[in-house]
């Protein structure tokens, strides 16, 4: 069956709540000066619209594309759904280009939950056994979103017990002034101590003097309490 972006835009409008949304406006900071300022919501949960990708999961990659682009949140979520179902059951060839559509599609990609559903399995996924030079340059991007792509593709080496570029572009990020790379980089140090805490607690020990606070709070968030106030306080 030949599915259209039309049918889809139809089926998200009739799921959507107002109520929902105007949460969401608040909940993704909307507002001016703040990093989602300008988005709009039509009021779906994420359980939803993830069936909606299922359900629609014959769109093409070229439609995919196009609902990348949609003024409204969900709309973007969902096209980032289907891009990682896609790539998942692709060839080499389909890979690639996927990955090439996301990363020529970033301005789309605008708030935390669209790169933290995606960037991972999509970026991360392509370039675990390729050359990852373009992590390096994503995280000196000027765009927050560019730059937290960067940290959350290894999301994907870290599961993989492969930790060396995670702390290369932690490393990198320690100046970064946006509290949403903060938190993405203490998440992902976070990941690396669950499977390797000697590894994280080796990175925190010779940065966590300098590292933000909401950045060492994410990063030591399951240590037990004794040594996570040694971090805090200094004294470790």
């Keep these: 069956m ?13 799921l959507s709540n107002p109520k929902i949304a105007e949460h969401s ?5 909307t507002g001016p000066g703040e990093y989602g300022e300008g988005d709009v919501f039509l009021g779906i949960r994420v359980p ?3 069936k909606v990708a299922r359900k629609f999961r014959e769109l093409s990659l070229d439609q995919i594309l196009k609902l990348l682009k949609s003024k409204f949140h969900e709309e973007r979520l969902l096209a980032l759904f289907m891009l990682v179902a896609l790539f998942k059951k692709g060839d080499d060839i389909e890979k690639k280009n996927i990955y090439n559509a996301y990363l020529g599609h970033t301005d789309s990609i605008n708030n935390w939950d669209l790169v933290d559903g995606s960037a991972h399995q999509i970026v ?3 370039l675990f056994e390729r050359d990852r030079r373009p992590l390096y340059k994503l995280v000196k991007s000027k765009s927050l979103w560019e730059r937290r792509i ?4 290894t999301y994907t080496f870290i599961k993989k017990n492969d930790f060396v570029d995670t702390l290369k572009l932690s490393e990198i990020l320690l100046p970064d002034e946006e509290d949403l790379i903060h938190k993405a980089v203490g998440w992902m140090l976070r990941e690396v101590g669950k499977l390797d805490l000697e590894v994280e607690e ?3 020990q ?31």
């Design 2 to 14: 030949i599915v259209s972006i039309k049918e889809v835009k139809a089926h998200m409008q009739e």
């Design 25 to 29: 406006l608040r909940f993704f900071k």
């Design 48 to 50: 939803v619209t993830r």
């Design 124 to 126: 991360g996924g392509y």
């Design 150 to 153: 960067s940290m959350i593709a």
């Design 202 to 204: 080796k990175f925190l």
């Design 206 to 236: 010779k940065h966590y003097k300098k590292m933000p606070r909401t950045m060492l709070r994410y990063a030591i968030e399951k240590f037990v309490e004794k040594k996570r106030q040694g971090y805090l306080q200094g004294t470790v």
